[in-house]
């Protein structure tokens, strides 16, 4: 596997583009390169279910416990950045200095989703890359998190191990490498389609020879012509 280097700022790609990647790499192009997006009630749910993670701007302590929400974090190592959900701080003598608090302190992230968990690693992969970004800025270790879904009210525990974090280095340097050429593959279509915000713009069976936005930009000028002619 190929060892990740420090990405200029300017590289940095969105930490949240690694579930997209997951689920589908043409979606996550047509989303990071192609700027293509479309709600689904899917999408359109998650959002609003995400946002109440973000109902505050402040961080809040209960007892030896620090919640912040809307962290932003970032990975030199990986050039991604973006913000967590929640960040759990539990003091402890085994955790890291934190600047205006007192004792030191165990980083725990925790990432809201829409429904129910997932057999595929998406979601698992995007908290992994969270505490990596998290354990690069604090210099510390981050075992494990966890994945609160709306549907189910509950918590999944997600061990953070050699398997998933190898992925992420792999991806992140796909992604990257896909950007940098502005490169948008293509896919053979299958069940989760379905559920694709962008499969009405995806056009996989036009993916075969152009991408989607050559086919819009081809679309619109061929209705020009027509109005013109």
Request: one cysteine or more; proline letters at 4%; hydrophobic letters at 35%.
């Amino acid at each position: 596997m190929k060892e990740p280097t420090d990405y200029p700022e300017d590289d940095w790609l969105a930490l949240s583009g690694l579930q997209h990647f997951a689920f589908c790499r043409r979606q996550w192009a047509l989303i990071h390169i192609e700027q293509q997006w479309q709600d689904n009630y899917l999408t359109t749910a998650g959002s609003l279910e995400h946002d109440r993670a973000h109902d505050y701007s402040e961080s809040e302590t209960r007892g030896n416990l620090l919640i912040m929400r809307d962290l932003r974090v970032f990975s030199r190592r990986l050039g991604i950045t973006g913000a967590c959900d929640v960040v759990e701080f539990r003091q402890s003598d085994e955790g890291v200095p934190l600047h205006g608090r007192a004792g030191t302190w165990l980083p725990y992230p925790v990432e809201y989703k829409h429904g129910v968990p997932k057999q595929v690693d998406a979601d698992r992969l995007q908290l992994c890359a969270e505490a990596m970004c998290l354990e690069e800025m604090l210099a510390c270790s981050i075992p494990e998190g966890s994945l609160f879904y709306q549907q189910t009210k509950r918590r999944e525990r997600v061990q953070f191990d050699e398997s998933l974090r190898g992925q992420i280095v792999a991806m992140t340097s796909e992604m990257h490498d896909l950007f940098s050429r502005g490169h948008t593959p293509k896919v053979r279509p299958s069940k989760a389609c379905r559920a694709c915000s962008l499969s009405d713009i995806c056009l996989p069976k036009i993916a075969k020879t152009r991408s989607a936005q050559q086919f819009i930009e081809e679309s619109v000028q061929a209705g020009v012509e027509g109005v013109a002619g």
